[in-house]
């Protein structure tokens, strides 16, 4: 197991034991629950599992992954354990789901700092490390780049649609893939994510500590109102598709071509605007009200009555939307995916 | 296929088979891999064949007189359980190769058509020229040629293989696949244990499939000349460079023309560098990993010819290297429009006449159903 510094524990808390960590500080879970001290901590582990529901990533009192004082770290880390005390304690697992998904964000942040910072061999070392005894794939620092075995690159790699993502796109010499730090990390976004929450599963459920009820409850009532994430089977959507409901649930930008696409392949699939629209909340520019709109008049329920047709595969090509396989069978329009053709 | 062929093919493989049984590749882990074999005129497969060792692989050949042999490239704890209970473990990487797949303009010099409602044979035809019939079966009988452009494509994989994924050369085998190309095998890779759609990546790779403009440096916004790749780069740069800019005083007008005709015409250049640079494999077969493949050393059917070891690739001539059945001679009715070579010497045409032939040549006429014996 990696032996890591008091900052280096506030960037990556979940390696930290949470027990061994309170322990070592001679606090036990239920003063948290009294101590007005320490209850600091707990205002703070609440104020990070909103940011995260809330879809954002939690910005620590860190400054480049330093702190000034002593019991700023302690606090970093004290807030992390606790958030997942209180999300077991709220049971929901929506609220793992999406503070897993923040803290790997940020946690991915401090890594790509730490590989990208050419001074600074220990932390390179670290970043390193972390990844080989989380992950298992060994990354060497070769100049200004980290190279990995091709079929290390491959077996994480494979799930990513971007067409920059395939090999060909890589810089591939003797068996090793040549990837920038930012690249490095993205590689292993989705490991650190289900590794966060794999953490979260497995940590046994506390009793209810007392004085923390209300805060629980409070979490409990913000996590009902969360839309569901919405999920769905996969298999019976074209790549684009898949791809595109990908991009919106990472939160990141998708073109308004490729909402038009989804929003009209989902109409063509007999989905309702009010099944549509939370598909979109993640989007960095959501606005409900808009969104409604737009989708009414795809759907030809609101103004003109003209209904929208999703664009076919030849259009979509040419605006970069398209990620083919094998599966598309040639057809021409994402909508007759999966359908068998009649001769 | 009659009776008198089929027991003249059967006794000749059989007389192969025991004289050359040193020729037979025992596949390395034997007991993990699945094997499965062919009779002649029998439409059935007999596959998820498990063998401890060559003494139980000899046996398959004497007790079947098979006339096609195959093995996996892939280990399984359970060979010879059906497919979804093998537990596939790891699989050896394996290319192929065809001359078909190439289509050179040579092809149709010696390409025949045998038509299957009259049995006329013609040379390479649409449309039978006895009854009009286009239920056309077509057989190759490979010219130099194709096996010369076939080794070319090999010859580019293997600096891929060894230069960009960093395979040592002793673990790559190159096979004569007995009829149009070559098999080439990757033994003890960093890739044994990747599936299917990793496979495919690899292929992609391989065959410079799906390359974006900006890996090359060309980029949409801002093009900038310091991006484009140089003859030093590993890789697909250098290939790039090498076939894109020729030489090095040239590198600069190029770049300068590639600038000028945009980013949407770069395209165009990618596709002409898969083109001339991507090694020309099958995709299907790499990315499978359950499929069994002709076991090296024994006899293709289609050919007669051998599925053998090329150790000296520049040199190998399959129509002597591969050709290993005896020279007793027998009466056949032949019936090939077109002039074949083995073992150096020349045979054909034949306008569907009676002649006395060695073993090996009428092997290879029946096998390709342009002779029948008299
Ligand atoms: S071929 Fe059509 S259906 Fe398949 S990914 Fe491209 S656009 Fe979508
Ligand atoms: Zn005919
Ligand atoms: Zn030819």
């Known amino acids: 197991m990696l032996v890591l510094g008091q900052d280096e524990k506030a960037k990556y808390p979940f390696l930290a034991d949470a027990g061994e960590y309170l322990k070592d500080k001679g606090f036990s879970l239920v003063q948290f629950g009294s101590d007005p001290v320490l209850k600091l901590s707990v205002e703070k582990a609440l104020h990070r599992i909103k940011v995260a529901a809330a879809g954002e990533v939690y910005k620590s009192d860190l400054i480049d ?16 354990l606790l958030a997942i005390v209180l999300i077991k304690l709220t049971g929901m697992s929506t609220l793992i789901k999406r503070f897993a998904l923040a803290e ?38 070769e100049n200004d780049f980290f190279v990995i075995p091709v079929s290390d690159y491959l077996i994480h790699s494979v799930t990513f649609h971007e067409r920059e993502w395939k090999l060909i796109n890589r810089h591939v010499e003797n068996g090793k893939v040549f990837l920038t730090p930012d690249k490095t990390v993205r590689l292993i976004r989705k490991e650190l994510g289900n590794y966060i929450s794999s953490k979260i599963i497995n940590a046994p459920k506390p009793s209810m500590i007392p004085g923390l009820e209300n805060i629980v409850n409070e979490l409990i009532s913000l996590s009902k109102k969360l839309t569901p994430t919405y999920t769905i089977t996969t298999g019976e959507y074209p790549p684009c598709i898949k791809h595109a409901i990908d991009v919106l649930e990472k939160g990141e930008n998708l073109p308004h071509s490729g909402r038009f696409m989804l929003a009209t392949f989902l109409l063509s699939r007999g989905q309702t605007v009010q099944q549509i629209a939370p598909l979109f909340k993640n989007a960095p520019d959501y606005n409900p009200r808009v969104t409604l709109y737009q989708l009414n008049h795809l759907a030809g329920t609101s103004g003109s009555t003209t209904k929208y047709a999703c664009p076919s595969c030849e259009k979509l090509k040419t605006q970069d939307l398209c990620f083919i396989t094998k599966e598309c069978d040639n057809i021409i329009n994402p909508s007759q995916f999966g359908k068998k053709r009649k001769q | 296929m009659n009776e008198n062929n089929i027991k003249f093919l059967e006794d000749s493989f059989k007389k192969y088979y025991f004289n050359h049984f040193n020729l037979i590749f025992t596949p390395q882990r034997t007991s993990e891999r699945e094997f499965g074999y062919q009779k002649f005129n029998s439409g059935f497969f007999n596959r998820h064949i498990s063998l401890k060792d060559d003494k139980e692989l000899h046996l398959l050949f004497m007790q079947n007189i098979p006339s096609d042999v195959y093995c996996s490239n892939a280990y399984y704890a359970f060979p010879n359980s059906p497919m979804n209970e093998k537990d596939w473990k790891e699989a050896d990487l394996i290319f192929d190769i065809d001359a078909k797949d190439l289509d050179l303009p040579c092809r149709k010099n010696h390409v025949v058509s045998i038509c299957n409602e009259c049995n006329e044979i013609s040379k390479d035809t649409n449309q039978c020229v006895k009854c009009n019939s286009t239920k056309l079966e077509k057989k190759s009988l490979p010219c130099k040629l194709c096996i010369n452009a076939s080794k070319i494509e090999v010859n580019k994989l293997s600096n891929i293989l060894i230069d960009d994924l960093g395979i040592d050369k002793e673990n790559i085998h190159v096979y004569f696949s007995g009829n149009e190309g070559f098999h080439v095998y990757v033994f003890n890779s960093q890739f044994q244990k990747i599936g299917s759609k990793e496979r495919s990546e690899l292929v992609d790779y391989i065959m410079f499939r799906g390359a974006i403009p900006e890996t090359f440096g060309m980029k949409k916004f801002k093009p900038n000349r310091s991006l484009f790749p140089d003859f030093n780069q590993k890789g697909w740069n250098g290939r790039f460079s090498k076939q894109v800019f020729g030489s090095k005083s040239k590198r600069s007008k190029i770049i300068s023309e590639l600038l000028d005709n945009g980013y949407s015409s770069f395209q165009k250049i990618l596709d002409s560098v898969a083109d001339n640079s991507g090694a020309k494999i099958d995709p299907n077969v790499t990315m499978d990993i359950h499929r069994i493949f002709r076991l090296p050393g024994s006899i293709n059917s289609k050919s007669g010819l051998t599925k053998i070891l090329c150790t000296d690739l520049s040199k190998f001539d ?57």
Do not use: H, M, W
């Open chain 2, 318 to 374: 399959p129509y002597t290297d591969a050709c290993f059945l005896n020279d007793e001679s027998v009466e056949v009715l032949a019936n090939c429009p077109i002039e074949f070579k083995l073992k150096n010497k020349k045979f054909g045409p034949y306008n569907n006449e009676k002649t006395s032939l060695p073993t090996y040549a009428a092997a290879y006429l029946i096998c390709k159903k342009l002779a029948t014996i008299a």
């Open chain 1, 104 to 141: 790997a964000r940020r946690a991915e942040n401090y890594l790509e700092k730490d590989l990208g910072n050419a001074s600074n061999k220990s932390k390179i070392d670290l970043a390193t490390r972390i990844i080989y005894d989380l992950f298992n794939i060994e990354i060497v620092k």
């Open chain 1, 65 to 80: 992954g330093q702190a000034s004082k002593d019991y700023v770290l302690e606090r970093e880390v004290f807030s992390f």
